[in-house]
């Protein structure tokens, strides 16, 4: 090993630490602060993935009287946010567009809750795809207006049928995408913050996604693009609110079983939206996965979806990710256009 290190003229340490002491000592200290900075942000997000709890929903008014407001409540991750916030002592806002699936909800809701437990719930029913709609978003602005919120949860999103190129894509889908995932958001966040800034009181989730937070997502460039946009758009404003005793953040997610994703089964790194909910109302304002990874606002609280992101971020080469991305998702359109033609022929 030296003659080979002398033959290629390499020093070794010891010759180094003599002949050039400030660059031995430079060397070494760099090397002990990486695998330091390694091994503690590593404890850190094992430990808040796996023992700390975040912030109690007390904190926001939980079983005080204040309210919860879901958006896209009528099935899937929302369902499941409107039904375990109302356990935890929320009254409940749901929106979306089936009106007969809210009104089942809002049912279930007051029939579990009792004795001192007893939650108010209601519907409004909103198409976040119809920005001038006046007289819906006048409703939903009277239906609001009084009520204590100290949650909002932003949920209602919409995604490809299946993956696309943009330019095969129509113009209509995209822009209901960003008009539902961005514009509708920023409108009913507008709407609902200033109380929130008076009563000092809030917290705001906002749905993000691995696709468009963690890696970019060819053949769902639009999607992508709106969860970008919730990433920076939380990171900013929990600044600007956190003084103020509003916590802002955006879960990012992985896969979830639901109609979206189109996944049935739930595995390890795909969980039913039950344990999903269960995971982000028991980690707020913990980072997880997300922890100094550059990305203020963001969380990444279901422990395997965690792991993910913070590997992925340790592996740090985002255009294989991105690569194989693609890959999966020409995939996905293969199988979903098989799965169209199969349809079409049985009627
Ligand atoms: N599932 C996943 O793998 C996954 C992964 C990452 C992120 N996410 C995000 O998680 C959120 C929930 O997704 P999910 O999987 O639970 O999807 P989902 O089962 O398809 O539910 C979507 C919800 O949004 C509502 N919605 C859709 N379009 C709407 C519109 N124009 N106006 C009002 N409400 C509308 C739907 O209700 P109506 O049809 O009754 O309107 C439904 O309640 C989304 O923001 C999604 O981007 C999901
Ligand atoms: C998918 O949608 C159907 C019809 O709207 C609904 O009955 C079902 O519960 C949904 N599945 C999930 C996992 O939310
Ligand atoms: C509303 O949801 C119910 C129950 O999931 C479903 O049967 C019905 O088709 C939905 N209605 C619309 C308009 O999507």
């Given at each position: 090993m030296a003659t080979i290190l002398s033959t290629l003229q390499i020093p070794t340490y010891s010759a180094l630490a003599t002949q050039c002491p400030t660059l031995a000592f430079f060397l070494v200290a760099v090397g002990g602060f990486s695998v330091a900075r390694f091994a503690l942000k590593t404890l850190f997000v094992l430990l808040q993935t796996f023992v700390v709890s975040g912030n109690s929903l007390k904190k926001y008014g939980a079983g005080k009287g204040a309210w919860a407001v879901v958006t896209g409540?009528?099935?899937?991750i929302g369902r499941e946010y409107a039904l375990q916030l109302a356990q935890k002592g929320f009254n409940v806002v749901v929106s979306a567009r089936n009106a007969s699936s809210l009104a089942t909800l809002v049912s279930e809701i007051e029939a579990k809750s009792t004795g001192d437990r007893k939650v108010q719930a209601k519907a409004v029913t909103m198409?976040?795809?119809?920005?001038?709609d006046a007289a819906q978003w006048n409703n939903l602005h009277s239906e609001l207006a009084g009520l204590d919120i100290g949650v909002l949860v932003n949920n209602a999103g919409k995604s490809y049928t299946y993956p696309e190129d943009f330019h095969a894509s129509a113009r209509k889908d995209m822009e209901d995408i960003v008009t539902i995932n961005i514009n509708s958001v920023v409108r009913l966040t507008h709407m609902i913050i200033p109380g929130m800034v008076e009563r000092k009181r809030g917290l705001i989730i906002n749905m993000g996604s691995f696709?468009?937070?963690?890696v970019a997502s060819p053949m769902l460039s639009t999607y992508a693009g709106t969860k970008a946009f919730l990433s920076s758009f939380s990171g900013s404003l929990a600044e600007e609110v956190r003084k103020k005793g509003i916590d802002v953040e955006c879960v990012n997610t992985y896969f979830v079983v639901s109609n979206m994703s189109k996944i049935r089964r739930a595995s390890a790194l795909i969980p039913q939206p039950k344990a999903f909910v269960r995971s982000v109302l028991s980690k707020i304002a913990l980072p997880g996965?997300?922890?100094?990874?550059?990305?203020?606002?963001?969380?990444?609280?279901?422990w395997s979806h965690g792991l993910l992101d913070y590997v992925m971020n340790v592996i740090g080469w985002n255009m294989a990710f991105v690569r194989y991305t693609h890959s999966l998702h020409k995939d996905i359109r293969r199988r979903a256009l098989r799965k169209l033609e199969r349809e079409a022929k049985k009627q």
């Open positions: 409540a009528s099935e899937g198409d976040f795809s119809k920005l001038d696709s468009g937070v963690s996965g997300a922890l100094w990874t550059n990305r203020p606002g963001v969380v990444t609280p279901f």
